[in-house]
């Protein structure tokens, strides 16, 4: 890009980043294509990024952690990822250390927090949210999957459906009904954990991109779950939910800013070495502008992105800037995933360049986390209140 100075970045952020890249590299990149052919990462990668202590760095260390309240350092891990092209690594890593656990950091019970925190930031144990249903998407009031009192658990029936990291999971957040007659006063949120009796998955999805990423069903009969996983208190897991999803929107903008600079530096090099016409690619005024055009936008959004995550950082991130962040970002992710592609030509659709990978990759990010549309609808909720 245009080498701008980031002065949210600090020396030992810089430090940190170089290890995070050179573990990206020695073991992320060389196995994604492996990774693709199978559906989903190997429990190998996870065992590794507790080893080098990339999981849950947040977490405090009674509980295994370094206790590292700083984002920053989430957003580098985020950022590269994103940059080294491995799209499904960049959503199903950050999903378990900065979407899932801060549910469980939050609102667990000591007794939940010992069970599973330690086990997540070593790898042993992946996480997992559960929200959609197949008749409930961005509406989460809609939920029909139920959590009955039962005296000392609560019995679980029914289904989720889109889970990311859902074959490989062994820990999943869980969004249910506790009362089906309050709306959204009603949803609460659980801990089911693999070993629960009941508890079962479905084949990963034969999705268009995205995939190394498991996504899958998850199904819940008679799920008995020990009231030490309720999260925080019945009838407030809407709340919980809301309060949480700011920063899992940020995280997919994040990830779009790098994926989206990805391709285009992976363009950059390809216009410059392909020759039509008996000059290179480059030399034209089309692909020139186009470059520029990309190159603007994402240097933007990038200057926009670290702004957010100091906000983020000072407590000051709400849900309309998150919403505007994961709106603006995404869009801009396939606008220049297409235009990628189209200066590749035909290459640019053969699944063997980077190119097409992260173009079928960026759609999906429109859609999960909240739908873009309804991001504009939170963002209007803002500016007409």
């Known amino acids: 890009m245009f080498g701008l100075h ?20 020695k073991e992320i990149t060389p196995n994604n294509a492996e990774w693709e052919k199978n559906k989903m990462v190997s429990r190998e990668i996870w065992k590794k990024l507790g080893e080098n202590g990339f999981l849950g760095i947040q977490a405090p260390e009674s509980l295994g952690g370094v206790n590292i309240q700083d984002f920053t350092y989430k957003a580098i ?3 590269e990822l994103g ?28 007794v939940a927090k010992q069970k599973y925190v330690p086990k997540m930031i070593a790898g042993d ?20 999957t139920s959590a009955v009192d039962k005296g000392d658990c609560y019995e679980v029936n029914g289904s989720k459906t889109f889970i990311t990291n859902g074959f490989l999971s062994d820990v999943v957040v869980v969004a249910v009904k506790t009362d089906p007659a309050k709306g959204a006063k009603g949803i609460s949120l659980l801990i089911l954990d693999r070993e629960m009796e009941g508890f079962t998955r479905g084949v990963p999805f034969d999705k268009v991109g995205l995939h190394a990423q498991d996504t899958c069903e998850l199904f819940f009969e008679d799920v008995k779950v020990p009231k030490e996983n309720l999260l925080g208190k019945e009838g407030e897991g809407f709340k919980y939910l809301m309060t949480e999803l700011a920063q899992e929107r940020l995280v997919v903008a994040l990830a779009a800013v790098a994926l989206g600079e990805y391709m285009l530096q992976a363009t950059i090099a390809y216009v410059k070495e392909r020759k039509a016409f008996g000059r290179s690619i480059s030399d034209f005024q089309n692909t020139r502008f186009k470059l520029a055009e990309m190159t603007a936008a994402l240097e933007q959004g990038r200057i926009y992105c670290d702004y957010l995550v100091g906000l983020h950082n000072s407590g000051r991130l709400d849900a309309a800037m998150a919403s505007a962040a994961k709106y603006n970002m995404t869009e801009l ?14 290459y640019g659709y053969m699944w063997e360049y980077g190119v097409a990978r992260a173009w079928a990759d960026a759609r999906v990010q429109r859609i999960y986390a909240g739908t873009n549309e309804i991001m504009k609808e939170l963002i209007a909720r803002k500016i007409l209140q």
Do not use: N
């Open 6 to 25: 980031r002065s949210l970045f600090t020396e030992e952020h810089e430090l940190f980043r170089k290890s995070v890249r050179e573990f990206i590299a």
């Open 77 to 79: 891990l985020i950022e």
């Open 333 to 346: 992710q396939c606008k220049v995933a297409d235009e990628c592609v189209q200066l590749h030509g035909g």
């Open 125 to 144: 144990y992946i996480g997992a949210i559960a929200m959609t249903e197949a008749g409930a998407g961005s509406d989460l009031q809609a939920i029909r």
């Open 83 to 110: 940059l080294s092209g491995c799209s499904a690594p960049a959503v199903g890593f950050p999903l378990h250390s900065d979407i899932v656990m801060p549910y469980i950091l939050h609102y667990a019970t000591e």
